[in-house]
């Protein structure tokens, strides 16, 4: 017969479909970081803004420096070498420290103050300005000063170019020591750094920290501490948290793991063997996701081997269920009904994930679902070829018997459900936190100290609030910038009544056309501009000609074509007219940045009469978290439904289906309800455990219920059960004892699931003791035949 | 500028002087000063955008190394603070102004030679400038020059001039004919308002 080597071949093909597969996807995978594939799409403007803005916004992106440990002389030094040289670099968009080097000032761009500049608006460049004007540059020029202006004056007697610098400077700026903004206490130099990558991109984030750093020892600044703040900083230091606690969590529980099952089967070839089901799931979910959707986010990889990690049991269900007489493809072939059930029934729930209308759950669906059902078709259909015969038979275990009869033996009265019912509904009311937690930011939390000291640097720096917006959609830009500007006059008043401390908006930068044109209008011809200051210099010290230069760049900034943002983007203006102005869909989008707002319902108003968008980020966020739970709370009713009638066609009898299905429903009730007592408000990451919590609790009962009959598969699945509760356990054990907020959303439902499934599996699910015999001679010869 | 070097040539010519002074360093610990100390003075500005040069007068207020005080009372008044790295000038009527020294290498310079020297720090006006002094005791010239290239650009010397322990004229030489002479205490008294470079370096070298 040719069937034992069919049967390897088969398995060597698998494998080497599985490894090639795995090569695959090791090249093509994408491994992506944007917490937007978690956010459900925008369903209103505001979030929609709020999805453009997570991650890419102007103060999301801004890492806050400082630099202390030296003497204020050498932090400026420091400061300045560490702006020239990220100003230089690709990893960052700018960097600034308050210093504004005069000589900064695009030179072609000097006629253009007059029309950039508001002097001109309220008064006209006449005899009686310049005059005025004069006599204080004569005043200058014999001051300490007067080095340093004399030779601008020729080409800018009104120093224009000062009050538009000072302009350009933040509403609020921070105290300046040896010209570089310093905290008030004088003693750290501040600066602020923005990053190309967003702040969700812990790869783009790290390569920028290394260059800051770069930079640091760049500056030659030895002794100099820098701490880093801001988003992408944290999001930088979370992942290296996460990934070092993965890391030592994986090496522990893989140890644990291996003894277990080692004890467990005693042999190292059945061991190896058993991982390749959830090896094939792997490779298999990932290549699937890699074809679909391209690229995989990090969260979906995470709690997709999370979920099919219960694919690890299969085959464990295998192992315990092997015994002499019997081979591996039969015992298998046999198991096949209670596996293909649970897998079946598993595979269908997180397929609704797929129609939640949030792409990373789409993926982790298309990965548990890909995975799960390529684990249970290795178990069943390859992994038997792989072993052999001569397994050591656990029906035949004297300690797994006596246990049996125990836990056969234990009361089960009624009232014992009600009351845990009823605590539970105790547990679940007597909480005094919110049911849910909005908040996008607990989702991968900060420490509070970090948090805390993040808040004190950018108060130092008056820095852009992080969570208000204002929005302004325009067909172009001459067009936005003409709307900032009928804005402006209502920003002005909000200043005055202390309702925001500052703000910034791209027409600060650049007027709208019509604006610089009106300001053309303003300025006179040669001809009249030489008679004006030849009037106004009658009584000044200074000679008639001197100001020539001067006539020739209001007659340019004339007849000049306005300045465009195209033009001021190649500009040191650029950089910061790029976060204010952008385009979006053929639309120019700008924003209004607020510094210390105080009277947010002020802002609002204001959006309101003006035909703006207010964006209240925490507020949006909030909105749309809730707005993705509805759609996975709609997606798990579904799968609910959707599992129940799974298990009731397979059952075949709704008695049966009853026994299955109540100590999952049951578990998922104590699981929430020791949630709610130890003060957790559910987020995203506790609705999945939940939901792997409900497929191991759906894969015991099955099995409990299967071996119903037979005192031998009894013993056999309570092995086989135990075995698999134990090391899911002790996996998830340990996850819940993480320091990491996110680790332990995951891990304590999953540890608290297992014990309650296991217990109440045992319970429920296998039928009374006394009807055990009864039932045996009901069924079939063959395995009453098995059970000798 | 040519006919500032050929004057200053001229002020500086050991043929017009007593005997030599010792060295420049022990000069400058003789006009060492106290904090506080004051003294009143003349400032004539010249520069090629001026018809005329323009003539301040006031008070200066040593408070110590790189603190100084600069009070113009006629014909207007205008009060200047110079303290460590930053020069913050005040006028009636207007917005204070507030000059950073980094931003001013000329302003740095004068302000680190004018300092040390009060200070009788020649170390520290050494580090910035190099430094000579000619004639006698009776009546000396002490002449810094800036070191840095980037000062050099728009400061081209500073010169005091004084007898004994007694400064009595401070000489800053632009670029473009750009000076500024600072006649003090005594020195000030009895000047003629439209008085040319020529005869006030005059003045400042005469007893």
């Excluded at chain 1, 929609?48 to 916004?57: A, K, R, T, V």
């Excluded at chain 1, 999301?60 to 702006?83: F, Q, T, Y």
């Excluded at chain 1, 845990?420 to 900060?446: H, I, Y």
């Excluded at chain 1, 332990?744 to 003791?769: E, H, K």
């Amino acid at each position: 017969m040719s069937g034992p080597r069919v049967a390897w071949l088969l398995l060597a093909a698998w494998i080497a479909g599985v490894i090639s597969l795995g090569v695959w996807v090791q090249s093509e995978l994408v491994v992506g970081s944007d917490l937007r594939l978690f956010l459900p799409r925008a369903t209103t403007r505001e979030q929609g803004l709020l999805l453009d803005e997570i991650g890419e916004g102007p103060a999301a992106r801004a890492l806050v420096v400082a630099l202390e440990g030296a003497p204020p002389e050498r932090l400026a030094e420091a400061s300045r070498a560490l702006v020239e040289s990220l100003s230089a670099s690709s990893e960052f968009r700018w960097a600034a420290n308050g210093d504004v080097p005069l000589e900064s000032f695009p030179e072609d761009l000097l006629p253009y103050r007059f029309l950039l500049s508001p002097t001109i608006d309220s008064r006209e460049l006449d005899a009686e300005y310049l005059h005025g004007e004069l006599v204080k540059r004569a005043r200058d020029l014999s001051s300490p000063a007067g080095l340093v202006l004399e030779p601008l004056l020729p080409r800018d007697p009104t120093l224009e170019v000062l009050a538009l610098v000072q302009r350009w400077q933040p509403a609020q700026e921070p105290r300046r020591q040896f010209d570089v903004w310093f905290d008030r206490s004088g003693r750290r130099a501040l600066l602020i750094a923005e990053t190309v990558a967003p702040a969700f991109d812990p790869g783009g984030q790290r390569a920028a920290l290394a260059e800051l750093e770069r930079a640091l020892r760049g500056a030659g600044a030895d002794g100099i501490a820098m701490t880093v703040s801001g988003t992408g900083y944290f999001s930088v230091l979370m992942e290296a948290r996460t990934r070092a606690e993965i890391g030592w969590l994986g090496t522990a529980t893989t140890i644990a793991m291996l003894v277990l099952l080692l004890v467990a089967y005693r042999r190292v070839g059945s061991l190896l063997y058993s991982a390749l089901p959830l090896l094939s799931a792997g490779v298999v979910g990932l290549a699937a996701v890699s074809a679909i959707f391209g690229s995989v986010h990090g969260i979906t990889l995470a709690f997709g081997f999370t979920l099919i990690g219960v694919a690890q049991d299969y085959p464990l269900h295998l192992l315990s269920h092997r015994h002499a007489g019997i081979t591996a493809i039969e015992t298998a072939r046999r198991l096949w009904p209670a596996l293909a059930t649970g897998v079946a029934s598993t595979c269908i729930a997180y397929f609704t994930f797929f129609f939640s209308g949030v792409l990373g759950l789409a993926q982790l669906a298309c990965f548990t679902v890909s995975g799960l059902a390529v684990a249970g078709l290795t178990t069943r259909f390859v992994l038997p070829h792989a072993l052999g015969a001569g397994a050591p038979d656990y029906g035949a275990s004297v300690l797994l018997g006596r246990l049996w009869t125990a836990i056969a033996g234990l009361p089960r009265p009624r009232w014992a459900g009600v009351a845990l019912l009823g605590v539970c509904a105790l547990a679940f009311f007597a909480a005094r936190q919110p049911f849910w937690e909005n908040d996008l930011g607990k989702l991968t939390p900060v420490p509070t100290d970090l948090l805390e000291k993040d808040r004190e640097l950018r108060a130092e720096l008056g820095t852009p609030d992080l969570r208000y917006l204002l929005v302004l959609d325009a067909v172009d830009a001459p067009d936005a910038l003409a709307r900032l500007e009928q804005l402006d006059p209502a920003l002005v008043s909000l200043v005055g009544t202390g309702a925001i401390a500052g703000y910034d908006d791209a027409a600060r930068y650049v007027p709208s056309p019509a604006t610089q044109r009106a300001r053309q209008a303003r300025l006179p011809d040669a001809t009249a501009l030489r008679a004006a200051l030849a009037e106004a210099q009658l009584d000044t010290p200074f000679r008639p000609d001197v100001f020539e230069p001067f006539i020739a760049d209001v007659e340019r900034a004339r007849v000049a074509p306005v300045l465009t943002l195209e033009r001021a983007a190649a500009t040191p203006l650029g950089a910061r007219l790029g976060i204010l102005l952008k385009s979006v869909d053929g639309e120019t989008r700008a924003l209004v940045t607020f510094t210390g707002v105080r009277d947010p319902a002020a802002l609002r108003a204001l959006a309101d009469s003006d035909g703006a968008i207010f964006l209240d980020l925490k507020e949006a966020s909030e909105t749309l978290v809730a707005g993705e739970r509805a759609r996975i709370l709609v997606s798990l009713a579904i799968a609910a439904l959707l599992l129940l009638a799974v298990v009731s066609v397979a059952l075949r009898s709704p008695a049966r289906t009853l026994r299955v299905l109540a100590p999952m429903a049951l578990t998922t009730v104590v699981v929430l309800a020791v949630l709610r007592a130890t003060g957790v408000s559910l987020n995203l990451f506790h609705l999945i455990s939940l939901v792997l919590v409900a497929g191991l609790g759906l894969d015991y009962a099955l099995f409990f219920e299967h071996a119903a009959d037979d005192a031998s598969e009894q013993r056999r699945t309570l092995h086989a059960v135990l075995v698999c509760s134990l090391s899911t356990l002790m996996v998830f054990a340990l996850l819940a004892i993480s320091d990491l907020p996110v680790l332990r959303a995951v891990g304590l439902p999953v540890t608290i699931g297992v014990v309650s499934n296991f217990a109440l599996a045992l319970l429920l699910t296998r039928p009374d003791a006394r009807l055990e015999s009864h039932v045996a001679v009901h069924r079939g010869p063959a395995k009453t035949k098995a059970r000798r | 500028m040519r006919i500032l070097l050929a004057l200053s040539v001229c002020l500086l010519s050991p043929r017009a002087w007593g005997d030599a002074v010792a060295d420049p360093e022990s000069l400058i610990h003789r006009l060492a000063r106290t904090a506080p100390a004051s003294v009143g003075f003349v400032e004539v500005r010249y520069s090629s955008l001026l018809r005329a040069p323009i003539v301040v007068s006031g008070e200066l207020t040593y408070l110590g190394p790189a603190r100084l005080d600069r009070d113009v009372t006629a014909p207007y008044r205008e009060h200047t603070a110079i303290r460590d790295e930053s020069v913050s000038i005040e006028r009636e009527g207007e917005q204070p102004r507030t000059l950073a020294l980094r931003r001013a290498p000329e302003l740095r310079g004068l302000l680190t030679g004018f300092s040390g020297v009060l200070a009788g720090d020649s170390a520290a006006v050494k580090r910035s400038f190099a430094i000579a002094a000619k004639g006698a005791d009776d009546a000396w010239t002490l002449e810094l020059t800036p070191l840095d290239p980037g000062m050099q650009r728009r400061l081209d010397r500073i010169v005091v001039t004084g007898a004994a322990g007694e400064p009595r004229c401070l000489l800053v030489f632009g670029p473009h004919e750009a000076a500024t002479v600072m006649l003090l205490g005594a020195a000030a008294l009895n000047l003629r308002a439209d008085v040319a470079l020529a005869q006030l370096l005059e003045h400042c070298r005469a007893e």
